[in-house]
């Protein structure tokens, strides 16, 4: 049998869809697979496609002629097309056509629950995403169901894992405490774009709470997005102790600095923040929001989406309490260590790869 050829294809790609398809892309190609990613460049540039054994052809987000074009020629020799997001898979089905010379695997990350108008055209593009697709992978069980509900004939639980932590970044926790001036106050760090449904609105009414400590605890928010000149607004006007750091390459050390690592979103699949701070033992406040519950099971406090006071009373709880702060940092190591490893990830797309091309 020839080589496989596949493609990947992203369309802004978050971090956690990214990493994933980095991780993919590099166990694919150990296996012998041809891999190509279709990407904006400035992807490549942060998870290096290329150094993982891919080809990487620039995708533009956009949807104009010259980048659909540019996609059609990426895929057209490809046994099996894998659009990763539901943006992403709309694209591939336009390119791909009706002929559907080769089969569509759709990986659907995460979605941002809507109503009214918007909602109902968020649906219909649901159900475009998926309806063509020979499998549609959801990241949690409740993206599989809501993938069934739009009409998919084949949709899976595809556990998106994220690339284990490096060693040693506990070393470099006080170096990051020292930088941030949190050495003789608590850290709370949050990691995430500064999106709306990533719920920061929240998380500065909890902060509120905690200016009656002494000292108030600092909330470190690494991330970068739209939102932030609005939630820097907010800070300086009410004096929060919030730091905004934007972008970093030091995520892990940030984390394992942290006394207690924040995840405020309106809806989450499989975040990343919340793989990354049970795997390092570090304790992690939460909403049960999507798919949260089933991924951090007992080893986190959930609380629910948009209630700022039992936010702020959740991590004041840990905070006063180093027990429960250690309990939770044993317990999250166990969790995580039942989690889908990359490998069983790549095992488990390629095995769906193979089936597919043994029945075209």
Do not use: N
């Not at 150990?30 to 993982?52: I, S």
């Not at 449904?197 to 739209?226: F, K």
């Amino acid at each position: 049998m020839t080589q496989l050829r596949t493609v990947q294809v992203l369309g802004g790609g978050s971090a956690g869809s990214s990493a994933h398809v980095r991780s993919l892309a590099a166990g694919l190609v150990a296996r012998g697979v041809r891999v190509t990613v279709c990407a904006p460049a400035a992807l490549d540039r942060a998870f290096d496609f290329l150094g993982a054994g891919a080809d990487f052809t620039a995708v533009p987000r956009r949807s104009d002629p010259l980048t659909l074009a540019a996609l059609r020629a990426a895929c057209a020799d490809a046994d099996v097309v894998h659009a990763h997001g539901l943006h992403a898979a709309l694209r591939v089905g336009r390119v791909l056509g009706a002929a559907r010379r080769a089969p569509l695997v759709v990986t659907w990350h995460a979605f941002a629950p809507e109503s009214g108008a918007r909602g109902q055209w968020l649906r219909l593009r649901e159900r475009r995403a998926v309806r063509d697709a020979a499998v549609v992978f959801g990241t949690s069980s409740v993206i599989v169901d809501r993938a069934r509900l739009r009409g998919a004939r084949d949709a899976r639980l595809g556990a998106v894992t994220i690339p284990a932590p490096r060693q040693g970044a506990e070393l470099h926790s006080g170096k990051v405490r020292a930088e941030l001036g949190a050495m003789d106050r608590a850290l709370v760090v949050a990691v995430g774009a500064l999106e709306p449904h990533h719920g920061y609105g929240t998380l500065l009414d909890a902060s509120r709470h905690w200016l009656d400590r002494d000292p108030p605890p600092l909330v470190a928010v690494a991330g970068e997005g739209p939102g932030r000149a609005a939630l820097q607004r907010r800070i300086d006007a009410e004096g929060l102790p919030v730091r905004l750091l934007g972008r970093r390459d030091d995520v892990t050390a940030l984390l394992a600095a942290a006394d207690v690592a924040v995840l405020p979103s309106r809806w989450e699949a499989r975040p990343p923040l919340g793989q990354e701070a049970l795997r390092l033992g570090v304790p992690l406040v939460a909403t049960a929001a999507g798919g949260v519950p089933e991924l951090v099971g007992d080893a986190a406090e959930l609380v629910a989406p948009g209630d700022a006071p039992a936010l702020a009373a959740a991590v004041t709880a840990l905070l006063d309490d180093p027990e429960r702060r250690a309990e939770l940092a044993a317990a999250g190591r166990v969790q995580a260590a039942g989690w889908p490893t990359e490998d069983d990830t790549v095992a488990q797309v390629l095995s769906v790869y193979d089936e597919l091309r043994a029945g075209r």
